[in-house]
């Protein structure tokens, strides 16, 4: 049996820039969080 990776038919490229843009978005938006949750911690202390 042949990996996922490996599949004669892979996803269309729409969806591969989709899956793509939605991974950066979540990295933007978890280095955000950490970034706001940082500047609050130090403005406390």
Same mark, same amino acid.
């Given at each position: 049996?042949?990996? *996922? $990776? ?9 969806r591969r &820039?989709?899956?793509f843009a939605?991974?950066? *978005? $979540?990295s ?9 949750? &940082?500047?609050a ?5």
């Amino acid at each position: 049996m042949e990996p *996922a $990776a490996f599949r004669r038919n892979p996803s269309p490229l729409w969806r591969r &820039l989709l899956w793509f843009a939605a991974i950066w *978005a $979540a990295s933007i938006v978890a280095l955000g969080i950490v970034s706001f949750g &940082l500047r609050a911690w130090l403005k406390a202390g």
